[in-house]
Every structure is written in structure tokens, then in C-alpha cells.
């Protein structure tokens, strides 16, 4: 029996009554069920709501650095238990890089909670010499975290750590894949003391967090997940524009190789890129634009190390490379982007899809699938969608065509990452001037970001707030004082302040 994790409202482990039920599965290893939660119904969810509404006016009155204290002690506990949080986060979506995301995590925290003693707000001069001005931050209120399932430790704490300390509240919905990594964060806010009501956890799957975005008394959505999901989030918030929305969706990041590359570089940031995580990450390459006059010792290469890429259960097996993809549904659109190559009669460099291996039967495991274009044609469905998951194309373009390869390169809705392996300083100039993407990397893959740099996409991948340390423009309303210190009015532009 699959022990069953409570919501966590008003600061108690709440169940909610009669709310129909979910698992959470190992995805290497399905008959490994890690437990049993709600999905939480609309007029539960307005409990948790009320009940961050109503903590919201003490919790604003605290000083900040006593706000940040809490966040502080909630390093503490990541640090203390990071071993078992890692293998929590391995166990429950798959991949082998846990650490990385607890430690992610854990840096996201320290950011919040250095904020706590940090300026928050401005002096501007006044043209009046008698007037002392500020620019002043406020909390929005009620905040609404929503969550995906790829980075099941790291992202919440993006999403809600920085708004607690400016003074927001916070009801979270983590992602139905992976709900007993958000259960050990509300668990570990608890034991940190974050008080009653100021963080909120609700478990469930679309519909929960649909009633999430909607209950009326949300100020703001923080969401991290599809453009799909996004899109709609957006959609409701600007027809109710007392709420506010920043959604961080999907990408189709291309990585150009140029014939001035370092080609042992190049071949490790493409393997790197399109491979970790198995494919799933926001910003995994899924476009390989090369210079055709390296393609001779670059596809052979690339082909070669994709081919060496340890592929498993990485709590079984500490050198995996690769973990399985996050569930069933997830294997089948990966194959159908696949089949819809194989149809097209691209040339398949490696035939990929779900793995046959017998170690892999107990799990969603795939291999690589990489395959080539002739030309580039960009009404090609698996150049334009995001697939997520181990499918790359490599799209070459004529011998030192930059402009092409940039063409390309922008040719997508997406904006979210980006990057170029080239020693000619020329086209990394070019590169950084014109690429339409949030996230820019040379000579780099386009995964590996920090939380103290500003995380998010532009066109279809974001919309202007990102995530990481800048959100705090997001989860605070700019208030501007001006204080008279004179027995006087005076007025600025000159205006006068005679009343007759
Ligand atoms: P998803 O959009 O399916 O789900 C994300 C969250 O939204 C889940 O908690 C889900 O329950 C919830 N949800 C679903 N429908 C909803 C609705 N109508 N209203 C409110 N909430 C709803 O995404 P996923 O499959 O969990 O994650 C993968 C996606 O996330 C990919 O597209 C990936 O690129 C993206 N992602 C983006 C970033 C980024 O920072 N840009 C980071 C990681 C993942």
C-alpha cells in the first residue's frame, strides 16, 4: 500500500474530502510507486487560497530579514538531507542529474534569503530640494506557484522563495509527475517555521491548477510548463486584470556548429545539449545548424559519442547518462515525432524510440534519435514543435553562409536558448547581436544556467518576467513616495501651488 502525502493548508497536513486519487511512479521502474495524493477539488483549493489571503497582512508586517530567517532555515534542512532529497528527485521523474537540482535548489534559497538584507527600494532626487523621493517595493499578495515536472525541486523554489520574502503568500501546485518532491518542500517550509497560511501546498493535475489560476483572489501566477498551458494561464489573466501572470514555457533551442569551431567542443555541447536529461529540459538542443564543409568529422563524431551514451536507472547504476522519459504519454509523442521523420524520408542517422534492452523493460526508456536534413525546410513539424525528448536534426547550411545559419537559427516560435561553437570572434558577435533567444550561450551548450542570472525566453517561451533572480520585479508592485520636508508646497514642473 502506497502511503498517501496530505496537503499542507493553514499551516496543518490537510486531506481533502472525497478529492479522487493519483499515484506517483518511479518512471524507471513503474512498479515502484512512491505514494498516493489528492487531486484537489476548485472549493478546496479556495481554502488554500483564503487561507493565504488571510495570513498575507502579518506576514507582510514582518521585517524582511526576519521573512529571509525562515527561508534560511529551510537551507539548512536541504543541506542536511541533500543526499536523500537527490535520490528523491532521481526516483520520482528519472534523471540521473538529482544533485544538480537540489543544489540548484538550494542556491535559488540563498539568493531569497540574502534578500532579506538587501536594499529593496531607491532614493531619486527630487527637482524640489525640500522633497526626499523613493521608489518603494510592496508584496503583490496571493501568489500562485505552478510548477513542471523536469526540475521538480529546483523550479518551485525559483518560483515562490523570492516572493516570500518580499512578502507575498503562496499556494503551490507541484506537478502531478512529481508531487513528493513539492510534499518535502512544504514539509521542510513546515519544519522551518514558515507560519500558518503564509505557504500552501495543493496536489493535482490540470483541473486543480486551472481552479488555482482561477479562484478570484489570486494577484499573481507564477508558472513554469508548456506554451500550451501558459498560453491559456495568460489568456485568463488578461481578461481579469487585476491578476498578473509570468509563464516560463518550452523552447526548440538550435546550436549552431560554424567550420571555425573547436570540433572536439562542439561534438560534447551537441551530445550534451540534445542527450541530458533525456531529451527534457526547456532548453535541450533539438536543431543542429552546421557548416556543411565540417559535416564529414562532425556527424561521424557526434554519432559516435551519441552512441556511447549510458542509458538507465540511475539509482541502480551511478554512471547513467540518461534517464527514461517522464511517463507513457511522453514516449509516445517522442515516437510520433519519430515516425513522422522516418515517413518523411529524412535520413536517419540513428533510428531511436522506446529501448528493447531487457534492463530497460521495467521503465519509459528510449534511445536517440538523430536523423539529417538535405534542405532545410522550415514547415518541417519536427523542427518547428517542441518534442522533448531524445530527437535531434541536424539541418547544415552552405559553406560559411553565417547568415544562414542565423536564419535558421531564429527560424522558430520559440525564444528560449541558444548557442554557437566558433572561435571567429566575428560570428560570436553576431551571434550575441541577433539571436532571438532568452538564454545565449558560445561555445557552451544551451543547458547549464545559474540562478543569479535572469532565467527566461522570449516569443512563444516566456512573456518578459523571467524566472530566477529577476522575478522579484515581478512579485512586487513599484510604489513611488515623495515626503515634503518644508512648511510649504511646492510643486515640480513649476506648477504652482497658489489655491485661489
Ligand atoms: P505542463 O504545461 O503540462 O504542466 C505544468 C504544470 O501546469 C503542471 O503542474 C500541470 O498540472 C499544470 N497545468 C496543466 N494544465 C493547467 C491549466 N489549465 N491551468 C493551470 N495549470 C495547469 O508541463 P510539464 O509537462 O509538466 O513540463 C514540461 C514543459 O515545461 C515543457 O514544455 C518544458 O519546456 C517546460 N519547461 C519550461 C521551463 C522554463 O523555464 N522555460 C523550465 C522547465 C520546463
Redesign the pocket.
Known sequence: MAEFFKNYVAGEFHSPPGAERFFSVNPARTSDVLGEFAITPAEEVSRAVEAARQAFPAWKAVSRPLRAEVIDRFVQLCKKNQEELAKLVTRECGKPEGMADVIEGIHMSQVAAAFGRLPYGEVIGSEIASKDAFLLRRPVGVIAA??????PFA?PLWLFQIAMVEGNTIVF?????TPLCGQRIAGMLHEAGVPPGVFNLVH???A???A??EHEDINAVC????????R??RMHCAAHPHKRAAT????KSGLIITKHANLELAVNAAVLGCFRTAG???VSTSRLIVDESILPKFVPAFIERTKQIRIGDALRDPNVFCGPQ?NREAVEKVERYNQMVRDSGRKVLLNGGPSAAPEHREGHFMSPFVYQMDQYDSSFRPLQE?I?GMNAGIIPYPEGDFEEALRIHNDTEYG?AGAIITDDMREAREFKERAEVGLMYINLPTIGAEVHLP???LKR??NGHP?AITLREFVTDKVALTHNFSSSIQLAQGLSAKVQ
Open positions: 505552478i510548477s513542471p515536472w523536469n526540475f523550479i501546485k507541484p506537478s502531478e509527475d493535482g493535475d490540470g486543480t491548477g486551472k488555482l489560476v508558472f513554469t510548463g508548456s506554451y500550451e498551458v501558459g491559456l494561464i516560463e514555457c518550452g523552447g527534457q529540459r526547456c517522464i517542441e522533448f528560449l532565467f527566461g525566453g517561451s516566456g524566472s
